[in-house]
């Protein structure tokens, strides 16, 4: 791991080989520790993969690859910063049977297509 990484404030690691997974830990009401975001860094071929609550996010405005550290140190701050997206939560949308510009999520939630991933930057 290069030692110019600086990670999110409160994020932990585990390296494994040449494979660090760098996450953000928090803790529940109930005292249940629950890991929020997660990047799976492979700096043998500067590659990213991006989760949140254990979900991979495939459509991601983040790159999936890296040049330098410094590049690095600041998709991790950025997706550290990145908001939930809370979606549309109205009732009146639970008639609608398809939508081009966003779809029924978990069966509850509407949310846009362009962010269906749930985080907003």
């Not at 994020?11 to 520790?33: C, F, H, N």
């Given at each position: ?37 997660c ?11 991006f ?18 550290v ?8 950025d997706?550290e ?27 509850k ?13």
């Open positions: 791991m290069p030692e110019d990484l600086k990670l999110p404030t409160g994020w932990q690691e585990l390296l494994v080989e040449r494979r660090l997974t760098a996450y953000s830990l928090k803790t529940t009401k109930e005292g249940i520790p629950l890991v929020c975001k990047v799976m860094i492979d700096f043998e071929h500067s590659t990213l993969d989760y949140y609550l254990s979900k991979r996010l495939d459509r991601c405005d983040y790159p999936s690859q890296f040049r330098e410094e590049q690095l140190n600041k998709i991790l701050w997706f910063c990145a908001k939930i997206c809370p979606g549309i939560n109205n009732r009146r949308f639970d008639a609608v049977k398809g939508m081009r510009t966003g779809q029924l999520d978990a069966g939630i509407w949310r846009s297509n362009k962010y269906s991933k749930h985080l907003i930057f």
